[in-house]
């Protein structure tokens, strides 16, 4: 299995248009147990969650956020953990909105502390 999520913060490599989640978005991510959990914000998100599981270097997670518009979506993302070459952390992931239309996929990547 790759290593812990737990305690690494992750940033995607792209904006996402649909999915209002940008490259000033910040994940901070907790593991335990098989069980996965994290906090976000940054770029049109105010505030965001997201709860789900963990099996092998495979997430499955449900999130919900609350936009600078005052507004919340929810949705469902599966994702797989990749260790990268120098040895930080990439999720690449497939999402679909439940609350509104749309899906697509992204990448988020671990950022390191000169790149937070």
Do not use: N
């Not at 690494?8 to 904006?15: F, K, S």
Request: glycine share 12%; net charge negative.
């Amino acid at each position: 299995m790759t290593r812990s999520l737990d305690g690494l913060v992750l940033a995607p490599v792209a904006d996402q248009a649909p999915g209002q989640v940008g490259t000033r978005t910040r994940f901070a991510y907790h593991e335990k147990d098989g069980e996965i959990w994290a906090e976000y914000a940054g770029g049109d998100v105010v505030r965001g969650h997201l709860v789900g599981t963990r099996e092998g270097d495979r997430l499955d997670f449900r999130y919900v956020q609350l936009k600078e518009d005052g507004t919340t979506s929810s949705g469902h993302c599966v994702s797989t953990v990749v260790e990268l070459p120098d040895g930080r952390v990439r999720l690449e992931e497939t999402w679909e909105w439940e609350s509104q239309p749309g899906s697509g996929t992204s990448v988020v990547e671990q950022v390191t502390e000169h790149a937070r």
